[in-house]
């Protein structure tokens, strides 16, 4: 059972447009997301996190939306640049029962922006 | 700044071979440590969590076991690797229980 779901396994966008990371979750007692960047080789790099009690959350060139009745949350980069191309993941957690420490991970989509 | 550091990076080992893939951490006191492994064409799965020294927690039966002999080191063990061992393995910590940053992998081949 797949709880967290990244259903583009790619995505490709021009230089200096908005790229759009999108993410289904199906457990609703997940109540942190997060969103991390993996150059291949190399471990995943957070990026920027979002609690349950947001909407929205902004850090530079990364937004992360929640919409917690659809169970949806997505990452928007603006504007991409080629060194974001990447596998981006998407990881879900839950703070009660003593879960907090595990992070539910979807497969990850590939950013690829070209120049 | 806190590093982690996690080796070998790659590594080829035959069925029934023992494992031990070793994790560090710098620049932080008393993180909680974590392994994960990524199976192809699969998202990352944690295997164990440690919130102190002698203090694993496992998530999924295994043929692996995770030891923490120091305060800022985590090791991933095996007896005898199988086949379905293979996989990227990674390194986490944190110091609450979110985020977590990783370290660069080990990439285990079993022939």
């Known amino acids: 059972d797949q709880q967290v779901k990244q259903n583009s396994p790619s995505l490709s966008v021009q230089e200096g447009r908005i790229s759009i990371l999108n993410c289904d979750y199906t457990?609703?007692?997940?109540?942190?997301f997060l969103w991390y960047k993996k150059y291949p080789a190399e471990g995943p790099t957070f990026l920027i996190s979002?609690?349950?009690?947001?909407d929205k959350n902004e850090d530079g060139r990364f937004t992360v939306f929640l919409n917690k009745s659809a169970k949806h949350l997505s990452l928007h980069i603006v504007p991409s640049q080629p060194g974001d191309s990447a596998v981006y993941f998407c990881?879900?957690?839950?703070?009660?029962?003593?879960?907090?420490?595990?992070?539910?991970f979807g497969k990850g989509t590939l950013l690829t922006v070209n120049p | 700044s806190q590093t982690i550091h996690q080796w070998p990076a790659t590594l080829v080992q035959p069925v029934g071979s023992p494992l031990s893939l070793e994790c560090t951490v710098e620049?932080?006191?008393?993180?909680?440590l974590y392994w994960y492994r990524q199976a192809a064409g699969r998202g990352l799965q944690l295997l164990f969590y440690?919130?102190?020294?002698?203090?694993i927690s496992s998530e999924v039966p295994q043929n692996l076991s995770a030891s923490r002999p120091q305060d800022r080191q985590f090791i991933l063990s095996s007896k005898k690797l199988l086949l379905s061992d293979s996989g990227f393995y990674l390194c986490?910590?944190?110091?609450?229980?979110?985020?977590?940053?990783f370290g660069d992998g080990t990439r285990l081949s079993i022939l």
């Open positions: 986490a910590w944190s110091v609450q229980a979110q985020p977590q940053h």
């Open positions: 457990n609703s007692m997940f109540d942190y």
């Open positions: 979002i609690s349950s009690i947001k």
């Open positions: 990881a879900a957690s839950w703070s009660g029962g003593g879960s907090n420490y595990k992070l539910t």
């Open positions: 620049g932080t006191s008393n993180p909680n």
């Open positions: 440690s919130v102190g020294i002698g203090q």
